[in-house]
């Protein structure tokens, strides 16, 4: 599930971690609490979102409830380590934010719907669409670039591209993180990154 996806009006997201700590995805809420009633949850930390109340217990009188934390690790996702080895994955709205949303030949920042995806190396000509041979465009230093390298088109970068780490990477792809989820992330985010400028 990628934050881009449907959710509930203002409704925050869930991290979720492995038992090491290494963030996987970020979850509704919903999604998170269901971990809980499985019992798949190995520890969380962070503040309490959203609490769920259920039913009476016939025994106790009491009623059941489950919370989720901002932060949670489910159980036996180290599985999943070998995702984490692979460059993460490139997607327009985590490339432009970045880039800060800066157009890397003319250095204008402009609004999404403004920006494009630019392959250094073309792909016509053997370049990647990979983190390493992207950058932030405008639209109209794209169209300009054309199927150039930016030294044939006489256009030089005036930043380099860098392939995020897992947890820029997060943040990178949800535009409403929690304060404790980013200060749980930015501990984690190289000292290059954009993200600390």
């Not at 860098?162 to 820029?168: D, K």
Request: charged letters at 25%; proline letters at 6%; a positive charge.
């Amino acid at each position: 599930m990628t934050p881009y996806g449907s959710r509930a009006r203002g409704e925050p997201l869930i991290l979720e971690v492995d038992p090491a700590g290494t963030p996987r995805r970020w979850l509704l809420v919903e999604e998170a609490i269901t971990y809980h009633a499985k019992h798949q949850v190995a520890w969380s930390i962070g503040t309490i979102v959203r609490t769920f109340h259920g039913g009476l217990s016939r025994s106790t009188g009491e009623r059941s409830e489950l919370s989720t934390a901002s932060i949670i690790a489910i159980k036996g996702s180290g599985v999943f380590a070998k995702e984490f080895q692979r460059e993460p994955a490139l997607i327009n709205p985590a490339l432009f934010v970045r880039d800060r949303q800066v157009c890397a030949y003319c250095g204008d920042r402009m609004r999404e719907r403004e920006l494009s995806r630019d392959h250094i190396v073309p792909l016509s000509r053997g370049g990647e669409d990979r983190w390493m041979n992207v950058v932030t465009a405008c639209r109209s230093c794209n169209s300009k670039k054309d199927n150039r390298t930016p030294e044939a088109a006489r256009m030089p970068l005036l930043y380099m591209p860098y392939v995020p780490n897992r947890h820029e990477h997060m943040i990178l792809q949800n535009r409403r993180i929690l304060a404790d989820q980013m200060e749980y992330l930015m501990a984690r985010v190289p000292k290059h990154s954009r993200l600390h400028g």
